[in-house]
């Protein structure tokens, strides 16, 4: 069946290092592609997404390109910020059921 | 920004109890789901719901659960008869597929149930 696979954390960097959290996934198909971020307390949010082969979603920051030919979906940004302190989900969408196939998240630590 | 909103944020029961979660979705979404996430685990689908009724469910999803939509704004998960398993956060979400598409889930911030 589809999965999601992601880096373990925690991911622990200093604030304005570049950050890259890994995320592959198999699936049948053609997946739409997602982040979601959870901040301490709080529930999960859309981050960004991508629907199809080299599109690259964007908020906040953050990058991800949707890589048919390696099956990935990298969750990446150019200089954190203590705030950006979360667990970060990385999630695909079966579009027969709309299902949300997710992984098992990466807890990214930011120190001033 | 409308957003979707979960009761009680934390739950204790006994094993054995039934437990109600309550979901209040946004108001002019038509999809509904039920999420769950045991700690240190991947969060799981369970169910999905439109029109009244269950479109999708997943294996969780067994005769010890139910849906239901009582009226037109709540959105409930019933466990009949918790088992110290059951102990997870529960995540309610909803979309609005004429708007946003089915792909973008609005999440409330979850009912952490604790059975013991």
């Known amino acids: 069946g589809d999965s999601v696979t992601q880096m373990e954390g925690p991911v622990t960097l200093s604030e304005e290092a570049f950050l890259t959290i890994n995320c592959t996934y198999t699936?049948?198909?053609?997946?739409?592609l997602f982040w979601y971020v959870q901040y301490p307390g709080e529930g999960l949010q859309l981050l960004l997404k991508a629907t199809k082969a080299d599109d690259k979603g964007s908020n906040k920051g953050f990058e991800a390109t949707y890589r048919k030919e390696t099956t990935s979906f990298h969750l990446e940004k150019g200089s954190v910020q203590v705030s950006d302190s979360a667990v970060y989900f990385c999630a695909l969408s079966d579009r027969s059921n709309y299902q949300l196939i997710w992984g098992a998240g990466t807890k990214l630590i930011i120190k001033p | 920004e409308p957003e979707v909103t979960q009761t009680p944020s934390h739950q204790v029961t006994q094993m054995g109890q039934e437990v109600i979660l309550r979901c209040v979705p946004i108001?002019?979404?038509?999809?509904f789901y039920w999420y769950r996430q045991i700690l240190g685990q991947k969060v799981e689908f369970l169910v999905s719901f439109y029109n009244n009724e269950i479109s999708e469910k997943s294996e969780i999803f067994d005769d010890q659960f139910s849906v239901e939509r009582p009226d037109g704004s709540n959105f409930t998960l019933k466990i009949r008869s918790t088992k110290l398993e059951d102990s997870a956060m529960y995540f309610c979400?909803?979309?609005?597929?004429?708007?946003?598409?089915?792909?973008?889930?609005?999440f409330g911030s979850g009912t952490q149930l604790s059975v013991l």
């Open positions: 699936a049948t198909g053609y997946p739409s």
């Open positions: 108001s002019n979404h038509l999809y």
């Open positions: 979400a909803s979309s609005d597929p004429l708007r946003d598409s089915n792909e973008k889930l609005f």
